[in-house]
């Protein structure tokens, strides 16, 4: 029997969300036996997440969590200051602890809504004991960062940018089996992790980088690729607004 892949997505409400959300979910229907558990970075549930979801044909989960006001990235901070998503995931992993059972045969990836996942990146990550890990493309300012693998076994990364982190691996890099991950309660992304290190303050409860298992044809192919979306610019409809003619704001967007 196939194991159950947890795909683990928070997001936040901006322009471009619905779009984003639309794309990941139409990729993940056709993977099989998939759950999503999106994780909104808000106090409520949103009426816009939450429809998409019931029309979207996916097994998932709906929760939410806000980002500490403390940690909340404001107007103006470079994107990279804070770890985003952090509270969010980890209120994804408490959902699994509190309802999942070890027996279950499940792995758990974390992918962010604006990422580019083939569809072989879930074949590859489903036989997961522990961690397994394979290339991202288009991160770290290299064409893609990766593990380097001899004799199966991973020897060091490919990374340029803070090579010397514990596990210099993005998000998309890396899946967890979710038994793994119940038989160790207290690993939890750090939300004030400094910059780089979320991917590793996760990591270090749960295996050394001798254990990392190597996917992707010994991580030599790019599966997933760290895309972001570009802010769409607005100018047209805040002029049409101050004139009271903006796009009709009941059509959601
Ligand atoms: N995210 C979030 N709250 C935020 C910013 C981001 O929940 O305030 C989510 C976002 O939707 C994405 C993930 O966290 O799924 C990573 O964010 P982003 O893609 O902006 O990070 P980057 O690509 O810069 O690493
Ligand atoms: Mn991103």
Same mark, same amino acid.
């Given at each position: 029997e196939l194991p159950t892949i947890y795909v683990v997505t928070p997001t936040y409400a901006r322009l471009v969300q619905k779009a984003e959300l639309v794309r990941l979910s139409q990729t993940l229907l056709h993977v099989p036996k998939l759950h999503w558990v999106v994780v909104e970075d808000a106090a409520a549930p949103s009426a816009l997440v939450a429809s998409l979801l019931a029309q979207s044909g996916l097994r998932f989960t709906h929760l939410h969590a806000p980002t500490a006001p403390e940690r909340r990235r404001r107007p103006g901070d470079p994107a990279w200051l804070r770890p985003r998503g952090a509270e969010q995931r980890n209120r994804a992993l408490q959902w699994l602890r509190d309802t999942r059972a070890p027996a279950e045969p499940a792995v758990v990836y974390f992918a962010d809504d604006d990422n580019t996942y083939s569809l072989r990146l879930f074949d590859e990550m489903r036989s997961t004991r522990r961690v397994a890990v394979w290339p991202v493309g288009l991160v770290g300012g290299l064409r893609?960062? &990766?593990?380097?693998?001899?004799? %199966? =076994?991973? +020897?060091g990364f490919h990374a340029a940018w803070k090579p010397e =982190?514990?596990?210099?691996?993005?998000?998309? %890099?890396?899946? +967890?089996?979710?038994?793994?991950?119940?038989?160790?309660? *207290?690993?939890?992304?750090?939300p004030r992790a400094e910059r780089g290190y979320l991917e /590793? /303050?996760?990591? =270090?409860?749960?295996? /050394? &980088?001798?254990?990392?298992?190597?996917?992707?044809?010994?991580?030599? =192919?790019?599966? +997933?690729w760290h895309t972001r979306t570009e802010k769409p610019k607005m100018r047209q409809?805040?002029?049409?607004?101050?004139?009271?003619? *903006? /796009?009709?704001?009941?059509?959601?967007?």
């Open positions: 893609f960062e &990766r593990p380097l693998v001899e004799r %199966g =076994r991973v +020897v =982190r514990p596990f210099p691996l993005d998000m998309a %890099g890396f899946a +967890v089996a979710l038994r793994l991950l119940l038989a160790r309660p *207290g690993a939890r992304f750090d /590793s /303050s996760l990591l =270090r409860h749960l295996v /050394s &980088r001798e254990q990392l298992e190597p996917k992707a044809d010994n991580c030599t =192919r790019v599966l +997933v409809e805040e002029q049409l607004q101050r004139e009271g003619l *903006g /796009s009709d704001p009941h059509v959601e967007v």
